[in-house]
């Protein structure tokens, strides 16, 4: 057949515009989102989400331009998501813990036309917007405060018929930079289609239902809350609302005041909750859905979870940006029988465990975790080189290591760059950090490799105790001596107040390496051949 008519490519659009669309003119009514200041139903939203691309393109924004967004979580930011969209134009969520020269290199790598700033952001902003190439619109979440930055406010004042815009499921949606360990970002470009299509692994995998209400506490700016939970809520038509951030007083404070049924942490938030006094406090019996990602959950958080929450199934979401971000799940019913695992590989998913060459590794043995499956990216904008790495042999490697069992579900063993090579033997940090949680005294910690003259790398644990609680470094390395090869124990131990964190919840490793390279300096060498280690 020759290609679809331009009225039929129309008809049969299936793009981020059309989810909201579609949610509002089935239930108008209904609570769509809400933050402290803004409470918006869902045909309000639909309408300010038209005035916003609506008003873009009469700014010159044009199909594929692409509009940067550097803000905390709000209404005016889901309206952003939406209306750029709508626009046709490609998003560009920007960390807003950055400094001004990575926002600036954000902005000039993707090409950005439009940067809109969260009014409390606007200083970093500004610097930023200097050095980028190409910006010709700056806009402002609340008022505009200086010349040259225009309130987003003036966009909802414009009243303009939905624009018609052709939008192929392959366009691209938005350009996500990830946080990886290389020197600069790269930009993963995902497609309407891939999105689309991880929604669905998300809402029937993940037991969503437009009934819910959720509670969205961590950055929108990061593929999980984004593309896990706000637009999969948007399309079903359930209520969200939306915090600045994941304190933990303020989260069980909306989940009692607003109802909440559902929320999305990292293992760090989880925890974080279940330390805080008001935990007891609150009343937390309409929370049914938990999910977690970004790490594996230690198994005695999970299990302490199970205890004081007993009415709440867990989901564990695993995968990466590059996957928009889903790719494997762990269900209620598997969170004690497979403890520790992610799960099986979601509903639009393939996941294998391979060799270098590539080949299926025997159950049971160690190999990087690859995946196909349309959730995923493009590819790295302007960057072949990476992409071709990345989807060698048809399949996208991931760059974890895990392991497959006979029933087809997946531990994550490690970030390849995370193994930790002591002595000429490897060590996952994961299997170190499960059991030094493990003591009572233990709230947090993480496990390192740091340089070392005769080991290579030296195992070190960083830990946080719990309120009140106290342990020695001796007693929790003879804790781990009592349960792993000696090769594995940590031959130092670090006491922290608490553990570096990006704004998603994941652990700093990088960064605790480099605070922590000094604990080095009390590691002895490596002992004669027949010697005891650890």
């Known amino acids: 057949m020759s290609p679809a008519s331009p009225d039929v490519a129309l008809a049969r659009r299936q793009s981020l515009a059309d989810l909201l669309r579609r949610s509002a003119r089935r239930q108008p009514a209904r609570l769509a989102v809400a933050d402290a200041a803004q409470v918006r139903t869902y045909a309000e939203l639909d309408e300010d989400v038209t005035r916003v691309a609506g008003a873009l393109i009469a700014r010159g924004v044009r199909p594929g331009d692409r509009v940067a967004v550097l803000s905390r979580n709000s209404v ?3 309206r952003t998501i939406f209306g750029v969209a709508r626009a046709g134009a490609v998003l560009v969520p920007v960390n807003f813990m950055l400094g001004a020269d990575e926002i600036a290199y954000v902005l000039s790598h993707s090409g950005a036309v439009a940067l809109i700033a969260q009014d409390a952001l606007l200083s970093v902003a500004r610097d930023a917007a200097k050095q980028a190439d190409g910006l010709r619109l700056r806009m402002v979440f609340g008022t505009a405060p200086e010349e040259g930055w225009e309130p987003f406010d003036a966009l909802l004042a414009e009243d303009v018929a939905e624009p018609v815009v052709p939008i192929g499921p392959d366009d691209p949606a938005q350009i996500l930079y990830t946080s990886g360990t290389e020197s600069r970002p790269k930009g993963a ?8 299509a991880q929604y ?30 706000l637009v999969p809520d948007i399309q079903l038509g359930a209520s969200g609302h939306i915090l600045p951030g994941a304190d933990p007083a303020a989260v069980l404070e909306a989940i009692e005041r607003h109802g909440v049924t559902k929320f999305f ?3 760090t938030v989880w925890i974080s909750l279940l330390r805080h006094p008001d935990f007891d406090r609150r009343d937390l019996s309409s929370l049914r859905k938990g999910y977690y990602g970004a790490a594996i959950m230690p198994v005695e958080v999970l299990r302490e979870i199970g205890e004081r929450l007993p009415d709440v199934r867990l989901w564990n979401f695993y995968g990466q940006t590059e996957m928009a971000p889903v790719a494997v799940m762990l269900q209620p019913e598997d969170q004690i029988r497979k403890a520790g695992s992610a799960g099986q590989a979601a509903l639009n998913v393939e996941t294998r465990v391979v060799d270098a060459d590539g080949n299926d590794v025997p159950p049971g043995e160690i190999g990087e975790i690859v ?7 493009l590819g790295y904008l302007d960057d072949p080189e990476k992409t071709a790495e990345a989807f060698r042999g048809g399949w996208f490697h991931s760059g974890d290591l895990g392991v497959m069992d006979e029933e087809g579900y997946l531990t994550v063993v490690d970030r390849i760059k995370d193994m930790i090579k002591t002595g000429g033997e490897n060590v996952a940090s994961r299997e170190v950090e499960e059991v030094v949680y493990e003591h009572p005294a233990v709230a947090e910690v993480a496990v390192v490799g740091v340089r070392h003259p005769s080991w290579i790398e030296a195992v070190v644990a960083i ?22 090869a000696a090769f594995k124990v940590p031959k130092a131990v670090a006491f922290v107040d608490a553990l570096p964190k990006n704004p998603s919840g994941k652990i700093l490793k990088r960064e605790l390496r480099d605070r922590h390279a000094a604990l080095a300096d009390r590691i002895p060498g490596l002992r004669p051949p027949g010697g005891q280690e650890g």
């Open 463 to 484: 830990v946080v105790t719990k309120p009140g609680m106290t342990v020695s470094e001796e007693e929790l390395r003879a804790h781990v001596r009592a349960r792993l």
């Open 371 to 377: 995946h196909r499956s349309p959730h995923a990216i």
């Open 76 to 78: 005016d930011y889901v």
């Open 189 to 196: 470009v995902l497609s309407h289609a891939a999105l689309i």
């Open 200 to 229: 669905a692994s998300c809402v029937i995998d993940g037991g969503m239902t437009r009934d819910d209400v959720e509670l969205h506490a961590m950055p929108l700016f990061h593929c999980a809350q984004q593309h896990c939970f």
């Open 265 to 267: 942490a990292p293992p």
